[in-house]
């Protein structure tokens, strides 16, 4: 489902009071920018307070008196913390299964495209606190999935609170999840764009990026008022190297998509494998309580770790570890990540792509060095390494050079970390055929078409698109008419009926290709009957065009008949593949111009038209007076006149010119009775549109 951001003059339920109680109404846009801070403060807060619930776990569970450094061993017990967690996290998802199942990125983009931004308190709460556990037990995933459903969380039940609605609440749960992000990374740029490229698939219009970056500058505001501005990754100078060895980046990156499509395809296979233990009625206690013992057992071993690693980041960019420290480092990051997480812990992956990044950026040229005697920079390589895997993994290559640049506060290896950001995501995004999100999206049964959800088609029934013109043979018609009937016609198909007029058999051009070859020795023999394909797939007329698309999808149909829902003998006619495709691209037109282009109409006159695209406009007419009563179903104003309306306004006053009271802009469908005093927002040729405005002023 695409996110529509509902720009016509939106009625903003927390300000669109009446003029006694509010002379002042705040307009549209001045609303949006209220919203947009305010709800954008307050993802910032929950992004602070998730960052200090962490520390405070951390605290709680390793104490400061803890050696990290290497130089003295932990205490065995150390091993059972991450366990311990584990145990935690399973504990609230035995309580809580329903909020459980809710993990993720991926459930913050279906609260925006499926759920009109809806996401429960209760889910909300229980994903800050159970990743919470997790990090803050030794866990080694990354807070930024936690941050981001947080965040959308909390700006979903606070724009309940405000009584935002549909197409409002969806941009504000988007943004807020942004904002989560641009608040706990302390990078209001990335966030903009992380909820761009993940949170709306990079389906984006403009209104959207209004709320978008006012409340990830709002959210960054305030991590940085609590948490300060210091850059995450502390370095000293780059070396970029000469032009001549920019090539490295490219294979860097190329590798790093490599390792992404390696990561991806990993972790899915892990979870079938977990899915398939739990069907079998393994515990997944047993299951999570081993991994936490691993996850201990590693961390005990190599302390760094623990955690969500930026601490360990930064000594692979100071060179204080050896290569086969960093290549044991990436080997347990890379695994205990995905077991953690498909096992049924809760955390991100976007700061694990940034180690695994680190570790293999610093691997890559340490090995080129020794090898072919280069003299490449670790440390710029660790950080072109961090961004290549980030796109990689997560498809998300502009977030990714952006979260670099606004984390180190260095823009001086911005070029070498586009060439390894491209790369990585081009090798990525071939291999894999969309992002992590989206595959996840379709392991669970949701369908995009170009990120836009498929079920717009309910709202068309099967016989607003039906084909009367069906080609009806009786079942005792010979060969010889059959073939006929194919000459004489554009027809694919033929159907067979009986008697009673009911569909028996269906007759396809293919089908007669077998029947010509041995025509002169069976003509005479064959009947319609017994060359029809018994098994025939119906619709009824009250279907809607989603249940249709299924069905095509199902058989690998390009057309299927349609009977009469109130009289199931009578056949009406049948509806072709290619028409659903029409509808379905017809309606989302319809609702993006009514909601993506009429806010830029309320400045010109009213007897102004608005050209779309070349040769096609939009106008604005009052109700003629010979319409009002009648339904548009029975004015078939796009037969006669060939215009569509878009929108009705009832009222007084055109929805171009200023604010009112009372004022109602409905989407009408086919049996909308038109009004005295309404107006129609029409579209068309720009001659039809005018010839109908002509019409309208003379009656």
């Not at 890379?334 to 812990?345: A, K, N, P, T």
Request: neutral net charge; proline residues 4%.
């Amino acid at each position: 489902m695409k996110i529509k951001p509902s720009i016509i003059k939106h009625q903003w339920p927390f300000f669109n009071k009446s003029s006694a109680v509010n002379p002042y109404p705040l307009s549209d846009y001045t609303s949006l920018i209220f919203f947009s801070v305010i709800l954008g403060i307050a993802s910032g807060l929950t992004a602070v307070g998730l960052h200090e619930f962490i520390h405070l776990m951390n605290n709680l569970f390793f104490p400061s008196e803890f050696n990290f450094s290497g130089s003295l061993p932990l205490p065995y017990w150390v091993i059972a913390i991450p366990a311990l967690g584990m145990f935690f996290q399973w504990l609230m998802s035995h309580q809580f299964p329903q909020q459980a199942k809710q993990k993720g990125v991926v459930e913050v983009i279906k609260a925006v495209s499926f759920r009109q931004g809806f996401i429960s308190l209760k889910s909300t709460i229980f994903h800050f606190l159970a990743p919470a556990i997790c990090m803050g037990t030794g866990g080694t995933v990354g807070p930024e999935a936690p941050a981001a459903k947080s965040g959308a969380g909390i700006v979903s039940a606070l724009g309940q609170l405000f009584r935002l609605k549909g197409d409002k609440l969806r941009i504000f749960t988007a943004a807020g999840a942004g904002a989560a992000i641009a608040g706990v990374f302390n990078t209001p740029l990335a966030g903009v764009f992380f909820g761009i490229e993940v949170v709306l698939l990079n389906d984006l219009h403009a209104s959207a990026l209004t709320a978008f970056i006012l409340s990830s500058v709002s959210a960054s505001a305030v991590s940085r008022t609590f948490l300060g501005n210091q850059p995450k990754f502390i370095f000293n100078q780059l070396i970029l190297g000469s032009y001549s060895t920019f090539i490295f980046y490219l294979l860097l990156g190329i590798g790093a998509g490599l390792l992404s499509v390696a990561f991806i395809r990993t972790s899915e296979s892990v979870q079938k494998g977990f899915v398939n233990l739990y069907q079998k009625k393994v515990n997944p206690l047993f299951i999570m309580i081993i991994i936490g013992l691993l996850m201990g057992g590693a961390g005990w071993w190599i302390p760094d770790i623990f955690g969500i690693g930026y601490s360990c980041i930064n000594k692979i960019l100071a060179q204080g570890f050896n290569s086969p420290t960093v290549l044991i480092l990436f080997i347990l990051k890379f695994f205990l990540v995905i077991l953690i997480l498909r096992s049924g812990g809760f955390g991100g992956i976007f700061a694990p792509s940034m180690f695994l990044g680190a570790c293999y950026g610093y691997l890559f040229s340490q090995s080129l060095n020794l090898l072919f005697h280069l003299h490449l920079d670790p440390t710029t390589y660790t950080l072109v390494g961090m961004g290549s895997m980030l796109a990689g993994i997560n498809s998300v290559p502009i977030t990714a050079i952006l979260i670099l640049f606004e984390m180190t506060n260095n823009y001086h290896f911005i070029l070498p970390l586009m060439l390894g950001t491209v790369g990585s995501h081009l090798i990525s995004h071939i291999a894999l055929h969309g992002s992590i999100y989206l595959r996840e999206l379709k392991r669970e049964g949701y369908s995009y078409v170009f990120s836009r959800d498929i079920h717009v088609l309910r709202s068309i029934k099967v016989q607003d698109a039906v084909r009367a013109d069906i080609l009806l043979l009786p079942e005792s018609a010979p060969s010889s008419e059959v073939i006929k009937k194919f000459l004489d016609s554009q027809h694919d198909t033929i159907y067979v009926v009986n008697h009673e007029n009911k569909i028996t058999g269906v007759i396809k051009s293919k089908t007669l290709r077998y029947v010509l070859a041995e025509y002169e020795q069976l003509h005479h023999l064959l009947l319609a009957s017994d060359i029809a394909e018994p098994d025939v797939v119906y619709l009824r007329s009250e279907d809607n065009l989603e249940e249709a698309m299924k069905i095509f999808a199902h058989h690998q149909l390009e057309e299927i008949p349609v009977l009469d829902s109130a009289d199931p003998r009578r056949i009406i006619g049948t509806l072709h593949y290619q028409d659903v495709l029409n509808a379905y691209n017809q309606l989302l037109n319809r609702l993006n111009l009514a909601e993506g282009l009429a806010s830029e109409f309320k400045a010109i006159q009213e007897d102004a038209l608005q050209e779309v695209i070349p040769g096609f406009s939009l106008a604005e007419v009052d109700v003629p007076e010979a319409f009002i009563g009648k339904s548009l179903a029975k004015l078939q104003l796009r037969n006669k006149y060939r215009i569509d309306v878009l929108m009705v306004e009832e009222g007084d006053q055109s929805i171009f010119t200023g604010q009112e009271e009372g004022k109602k802009q409905v989407m009408p469908d086919k049996d909308y009775v038109l009004k005295r005093g309404a107006r129609l927002i029409i579209y068309g040729r720009t001659l039809d549109v005018v010839n109908f405005k002509k019409m309208a002023e003379k009656s």
